[in-house]
């Protein structure tokens, strides 16, 4: 029984002797954080520690947004005790790991920023891009209070290629106004164009059912001037066309309503009069064409805009002024 209480005795003493200071004793010591997360660009001791009247003025550089990083225990003993705090609790033989809170910059983003300032900077409808950041990770992250839309400037596009190269910036960020994000890529400039359905005879008017609607890389098109869908509808065949043939200027054009030699009918409409009366076509037209008419009656020439099939209207218009827009309908 001596022996045992020996024994009990001397196992008390060794855990009273390793065991650490009383809560009275440390109670006023700030304990060492394992690991942070801040927003600002600076880390105060009061971000790395846990305690009472800890100074919060910055010690040290955060991290940039994003990223991670790992502050020695033994260095922020250092900064504390020049602050006044002799010792600390916590791992101080270990290090603080410190993350910066960030707002990511979705890919999704940077493609809807750059195919607007790519459809600004030139003709192209519908552009598909492919881009990589040059400076940075896939990933681009910026301060969390950066909310804005990303900005593209310095868009330079080489017309033959297509590859393009351009820099990237959000407004508030001044991560990516120290260093904005620099990006290259490659454009494909797609079209929508309009694709025969069935076979088409001379002069049939075509309707949406005759086609259908393709994507097709201009450069594809090898210079043919296609036409876009929605102005296909209501064209003519200036010719036979076969099924599936791309509908392009030369194959369609606007449907005669009056050709060459046709009596038309001749509407004359002046301060709330209407006077019809028959006229000979000197030339064929379509729909608001400008053609001369001849009055069979007086052999005079008039110049009259086709209204419909076989009929004409004669502008209000002096004859110099139509012979104007009939020499910019020519040229249209």
Same mark, same amino acid.
């Given at each position: 029984?001596?022996?045992?209480? $020996?024994?009990?005795?001397?196992?008390? /003493?060794?855990?009273?002797?390793?065991?650490?200071?009383?809560?009275?004793?440390?109670?006023?010591?700030?304990?060492? =954080?394992?690991?942070?997360? @801040?927003?600002?660009?600076?880390?105060?001791?009061? &971000?790395?520690?846990?305690?009472?009247?800890?100074?919060?003025?910055?010690?040290?550089?955060?991290?940039?947004?994003?990223?991670?990083?790992?502050?020695? %225990?033994?260095?922020?003993?250092?900064? %504390?005790?020049?602050?006044? $705090?002799?010792?600390?609790?916590? &791992?101080?033989?270990?290090?603080?790991?410190?993350?910066?809170?960030? =707002?990511?910059?979705?890919?999704?983003?940077?493609?809807?920023?750059? #195919?607007?300032?790519? =459809?600004?900077?030139?003709?192209?409808?519908?552009?598909?891009?492919?881009?990589?950041?040059?400076?940075? *990770?896939?990933?681009?992250? !910026?301060?969390?209070?950066?909310? %804005? *839309?990303? @900005?593209?400037?310095?868009?330079?596009?080489?017309?033959?290629?297509?590859?393009?190269?351009?820099?990237?910036?959000?407004?508030?960020?001044?991560?990516? /106004?120290?260093?904005?994000?620099?990006?290259?890529?490659?454009?494909?400039?797609?079209?929508? +164009?309009?694709?025969?359905?069935?076979?088409?005879? #001379?002069? &049939?008017?075509?309707?949406?059912?005759?086609?259908?609607?393709?994507?097709?890389?201009?450069?594809?098109?090898?210079? !043919?001037?296609?036409?876009?869908?929605?102005?296909?509808?209501?064209?003519?065949?200036?010719?036979?066309?076969?099924?599936?043939?791309?509908?392009?200027? &030369?194959?369609?054009?606007?449907?005669?309503?009056?050709?060459?030699?046709?009596?038309?009918?001749? /509407?004359?409409?002046?301060?709330?009069?209407?006077?019809?009366?028959?006229?000979?076509?000197?030339?064929?037209?379509?729909?608001?064409?400008?053609?001369?008419?001849?009055?069979?009656?007086?052999?005079?020439?008039?110049?009259?805009?086709? @209204?419909?099939?076989?009929? !004409? %209207?004669?502008?209000?218009?002096?004859?110099?002024?139509?012979?104007?827009?009939?020499?910019?309908?020519? +040229?249209?």
């Amino acid at each position: 029984m001596i022996k045992q209480a $020996i024994f009990y005795g001397s196992v008390l /003493t060794i855990l009273l002797a390793s065991a650490p200071p009383s809560r009275g004793e440390n109670a006023s010591l700030p304990i060492l =954080r394992s690991a942070i997360v @801040v927003s600002g660009e600076t880390i105060s001791l009061s &971000d790395l520690m846990q305690g009472d009247n800890i100074p919060n003025n910055g010690v040290y550089a955060s991290p940039a947004p994003g990223q991670t990083g790992v502050i020695k %225990a033994s260095r922020i003993a250092e900064i %504390a005790k020049k602050a006044g $705090i002799p010792s600390i609790l916590g &791992d101080v033989a270990g290090s603080v790991t410190v993350t910066r809170k960030s =707002r990511i910059i979705a890919p999704e983003e940077i493609e809807t920023a750059l #195919k607007q300032s790519i =459809r600004e900077k030139g003709d192209f409808q519908q552009p598909q891009i492919s881009f990589a950041p040059v400076n940075a *990770q896939q990933d681009v992250f !910026v301060e969390e209070e950066a909310t %804005a *839309q990303p @900005v593209i400037s310095n868009l330079k596009i080489d017309p033959a290629s297509l590859r393009f190269t351009a820099s990237l910036s959000v407004p508030g960020s001044k991560v990516l /106004t120290k260093a904005p994000l620099m990006l290259e890529g490659q454009i494909i400039d797609l079209v929508d +164009v309009a694709i025969a359905n069935r076979a088409l005879a #001379k002069s &049939d008017i075509i309707s949406a059912n005759d086609i259908r609607v393709e994507k097709r890389e201009r450069k594809a098109l090898n210079g !043919v001037n296609a036409i876009k869908p929605a102005l296909v509808i209501g064209q003519a065949a200036r010719d036979s066309i076969i099924t599936g043939a791309l509908l392009s200027d &030369d194959l369609v054009s606007k449907p005669m309503l009056v050709d060459k030699g046709m009596a038309v009918s001749v /509407t004359y409409s002046v301060a709330g009069l209407k006077l019809t009366l028959r006229g000979k076509a000197n030339e064929g037209g379509a729909m608001g064409d400008l053609i001369s008419v001849l009055n069979p009656q007086s052999k005079k020439v008039i110049f009259a805009t086709v @209204v419909g099939p076989g009929s !004409v %209207a004669v502008l209000t218009s002096s004859n110099a002024d139509m012979a104007q827009r009939q020499t910019t309908s020519t +040229v249209q």
